[in-house]
């Protein structure tokens, strides 16, 4: 045995032995240069059978430890192999093991506990995720040693893994282990050969047990327990339902059925409360609240559509029932103002009429009528169920949310001032009109030409006015312009419209027969009209007969008039 104040290798001096085993006694040793504390593991050759064998597994133990570089792991400084003896020279692992803290305190603290376990775990997953794997195979309190200093890091102490005499290499190739190592009371049924070789699970097996032999301060396989592991709330009803079920999935007989990671276990010791049987029902409890509360929003979500489209579809069945029995304006502004995102309310529809056609049913737009429109664009007046008065600004509205519909419906307001409404001079007819119209050009050409037939009408009323002669007649040009491009335009239309727009055509010449003449050929004129005539008896449609044959006699009116106004140049 090395004495006390004794030098190993000249340099490491014996302090005092600090612990001794059955095949080795470990020694505190400084090394006076480095002023750094040592332990100095000594096996005796004299003292060992078979001191070959166990020489070679302390060479494999130190070739792994070599190898390793962990904060909770020793290293290896030296080797010496002297004539009596092998010799390692290791980290001084300051502290006592847990075992004896078990013996000295019995149970540990639940939390300290957790907290050494999770060190443990991350040494383990680091010898586990080496190339090849490492195995310890030999996890127990003994073998775990506490340090005395503590930290915000480790407010429980920091630990360290000792006694690699076991350990050894996972090889993917191996059935199973050489050697049935590790202690009892710890081993997975693996290590006792049969079952395959070792592996990370085994040490996942051995830790179970050394978290349960902390914290409930027995031996897994003491007479206490029966020779087995009873739950360890059935021997400390304090202790948490979460870390007992941690520590019966560790030691499951089927490696399969317990974690397959020290990453998994890691986890679920971070989240041991999560575990607990209380905790687990209340998050039953609002999944239950939460499923509830789903479904609930769920019905609501379905009430609510089905209730809204139960709501549109009664709005929808109350508008076309308001619509079908509208019979004055104020009928058509409730209808309009149920939902005035709809058009039919002032187009019409094939079964009913809408509010233009009800004003234009005695076939002309009077005053009043258009004041029936005008209010459209200030918005209609709404009571509410406690008689409060609001303007619904019902274009905006339609506008907004049907474009396509809001087009139309100006561009159809603006035909009806356009071919019905003749009260005034043209250019008051054209300007209301094309107020309406302006808002349809994109969708409707026509509308266009319409706006510029009205800039020339007003252009020749200020030029009038002006007595600007020479602007007058250039803008008498342009609006014949206009005319023709007008004309141009009735190809693609429908044959009631194009009656109105050649009625339209013939009356502008009418009107302005004299100053036509001076701005284009006569003949020019004549040939325009005999055109709609003859174009105008293409129209078949019976229900159109009378509106074809007024047409017809205007333009036998106007050309009369041409003639005169020909023959008095």
Same mark, same amino acid.
């Given at each position: 045995?090395?004495?006390?104040?004794?030098?190993?290798?000249?340099?490491?001096?014996?302090?005092?032995?600090?612990?001794?085993?059955?095949?080795?006694?470990?020694?505190?040793?400084?090394?006076?240069?480095?002023?750094?504390?040592?332990?100095?593991?000594?096996?005796?050759?004299?003292?060992?059978?078979?001191?070959?064998?166990?020489?070679?597994?302390?060479?494999?133990?130190?070739?792994?430890?070599?190898?390793?570089?962990?904060?909770?792991?020793?290293?290896?400084?030296?080797?010496?192999?002297?004539?009596?003896?092998?010799?390692?020279?290791?980290?001084?692992?300051?502290?006592?093991?847990?075992?004896?803290?078990?013996?000295?305190?019995?149970?540990?603290?639940?939390?300290?506990?957790?907290?050494?376990?999770?060190?443990?775990?991350?040494?383990?997953?680091?010898?586990?995720?080496?190339?090849?794997?490492?195995?310890?195979?030999?996890?127990?309190?003994?073998?775990?040693?506490?340090?005395?200093?503590?930290?915000?890091?480790?407010?429980?102490?920091?630990?360290?893994?000792?006694?690699?005499?076991?350990?050894?290499?996972?090889?993917?190739?191996?059935?199973?282990?050489?050697?049935?190592?590790?202690?009892?009371?710890?081993?997975?049924?693996?290590?006792?050969?049969?079952?395959?070789?070792?592996?990370?699970?085994?040490?996942?097996?051995?830790?179970?047990?050394?978290?349960?032999?902390?914290?409930?301060?027995?031996?897994?396989?003491?007479?206490?327990?029966?020779?087995?592991?009873?739950?360890?709330?059935?021997?400390?009803?304090?202790?948490?339902?979460?870390?007992?079920?941690?520590?019966?999935?560790?030691?499951?007989?089927?490696?399969?059925?317990?974690?397959?990671?020290?990453?998994?276990?890691?986890?679920?010791?971070?989240?041991?409360?999560?575990?607990?049987?209380?905790?687990?029902?209340?998050?039953?409890?609002?999944?239950?609240?939460?499923?509830?509360?789903?479904?609930?929003?769920?019905?609501?979500?379905?009430?609510?559509?089905?209730?809204?489209?139960?709501?549109?579809? /009664? *709005?929808?069945?109350?508008?076309?029932?308001?619509?079908?029995?509208? !019979? #004055? %304006? @104020?009928? &058509?502004?409730?209808?309009?103002?149920?939902?005035?995102?709809?058009?039919?309310?002032?187009?019409?529809?094939?079964?009913?009429?809408?509010?233009?056609?009800?004003?234009?049913?005695?076939?002309?737009?009077?005053?009043?009528?258009?004041?029936?429109?005008?209010?459209?664009?200030?918005?209609?007046?709404?009571?509410?169920?406690?008689?409060?008065?609001?303007?619904?600004?019902?274009?905006?509205?339609?506008?907004?949310?049907?474009?396509?519909?809001?087009?139309?419906?100006?561009?159809?307001?603006?035909?009806?001032?356009?071919?019905?409404?003749?009260?005034?001079? /043209? *250019?008051?007819?054209?300007?209301?009109?094309?107020?309406?119209?302006? !808002? #349809? %050009? @994109?969708? &409707?050409?026509?509308?266009?030409?319409?706006?510029?037939?009205?800039?020339?009408?007003?252009?020749?009323?200020?030029?009038?006015?002006?007595?600007?002669?020479?602007?007058?007649?250039?803008?008498?040009?342009?609006?014949?312009?206009?005319?023709?491009?007008?004309?141009?335009?009735?190809?693609?239309?429908?044959?009631?419209?194009?009656?109105?727009?050649?009625?339209?055509?013939?009356?502008?010449?009418?009107?302005?027969?004299?100053?036509?003449?001076?701005?284009?050929?006569?003949?020019?004129?004549?040939?325009?009209?005999?055109?709609?005539?003859?174009?105008?008896?293409?129209?078949?449609?019976?229900?159109?007969?009378?509106?074809?044959?007024?047409?017809?006699?205007?333009?036998?009116?106007?050309?009369?008039?041409?003639?005169?106004?020909?023959?008095?140049?």
């Amino acid at each position: 045995m090395l004495e006390v104040g004794s030098l190993v290798d000249g340099k490491y001096k014996i302090l005092n032995k600090v612990g001794q085993g059955g095949m080795s006694v470990v020694y505190l040793a400084m090394n006076e240069r480095a002023n750094k504390q040592w332990a100095v593991k000594e096996v005796r050759k004299d003292g060992t059978l078979n001191f070959e064998a166990v020489k070679q597994g302390l060479i494999a133990e130190t070739d792994i430890l070599k190898k390793l570089k962990h904060p909770h792991l020793p290293s290896i400084a030296d080797i010496i192999d002297t004539e009596d003896s092998f010799i390692i020279i290791m980290d001084y692992i300051q502290g006592n093991s847990l075992d004896k803290a078990i013996r000295d305190f019995g149970a540990q603290p639940e939390e300290a506990v957790i907290d050494w376990a999770k060190q443990l775990c991350d040494v383990l997953g680091y010898l586990h995720s080496l190339n090849p794997p490492i195995i310890y195979r030999d996890m127990k309190p003994a073998n775990v040693m506490l340090q005395p200093n503590t930290s915000d890091k480790y407010p429980w102490g920091e630990i360290s893994l000792i006694d690699f005499g076991t350990a050894r290499e996972y090889k993917n190739f191996k059935a199973e282990d050489t050697k049935n190592l590790g202690t009892l009371d710890y081993a997975a049924p693996e290590q006792f050969g049969g079952n395959g070789q070792t592996d990370a699970r085994t040490d996942i097996f051995a830790l179970g047990k050394t978290i349960y032999h902390l914290v409930t301060g027995l031996s897994p396989r003491s007479p206490q327990t029966e020779y087995d592991m009873l739950p360890i709330r059935q021997l400390n009803p304090q202790l948490s339902s979460g870390l007992e079920k941690i520590i019966i999935k560790c030691t499951q007989q089927n490696r399969n059925d317990r974690y397959q990671s020290c990453a998994e276990l890691l986890y679920d010791l971070d989240h041991y409360r999560d575990l607990e049987d209380e905790h687990i029902k209340q998050q039953k409890n609002k999944i239950k609240l939460f499923a509830a509360s789903a479904t609930l929003t769920l019905i609501f979500a379905i009430v609510s559509v089905f209730g809204f489209f139960s709501a549109e579809g /009664a *709005k929808k069945a109350n508008y076309e029932y308001l619509l079908a029995n509208a !019979d #004055s %304006v @104020e009928k &058509y502004y409730e209808t309009i103002l149920t939902d005035p995102t709809r058009t039919e309310a002032y187009l019409g529809t094939d079964d009913f009429d809408g509010l233009i056609d009800y004003l234009i049913a005695d076939g002309e737009l009077s005053a009043e009528d258009s004041a029936v429109l005008a209010k459209l664009k200030v918005g209609i007046e709404k009571s509410d169920s406690k008689g409060y008065n609001s303007t619904v600004d019902v274009l905006n509205q339609l506008k907004k949310d049907n474009p396509d519909g809001f087009e139309q419906v100006c561009y159809e307001i603006g035909e009806t001032y356009l071919f019905y409404y003749n009260i005034g001079v /043209a *250019k008051d007819k054209y300007q209301t009109a094309t107020s309406w119209l302006k !808002d #349809s %050009v @994109e969708s &409707y050409p026509v509308s266009k030409i319409y706006c510029d037939i009205s800039n020339c009408l007003q252009n020749v009323y200020k030029y009038a006015k002006a007595n600007q002669t020479a602007k007058l007649y250039e803008e008498y040009g342009n609006l014949w312009n206009e005319v023709v491009i007008l004309h141009d335009e009735t190809v693609d239309l429908e044959d009631d419209l194009k009656i109105q727009v050649w009625n339209e055509i013939v009356n502008m010449v009418n009107t302005n027969c004299k100053e036509f003449c001076e701005v284009t050929a006569p003949s020019e004129i004549n040939s325009m009209m005999n055109r709609i005539l003859s174009e105008s008896s293409g129209v078949t449609n019976t229900f159109l007969k009378e509106n074809v044959t007024k047409l017809q006699t205007n333009i036998e009116t106007t050309l009369s008039k041409i003639s005169t106004v020909e023959s008095q140049k």
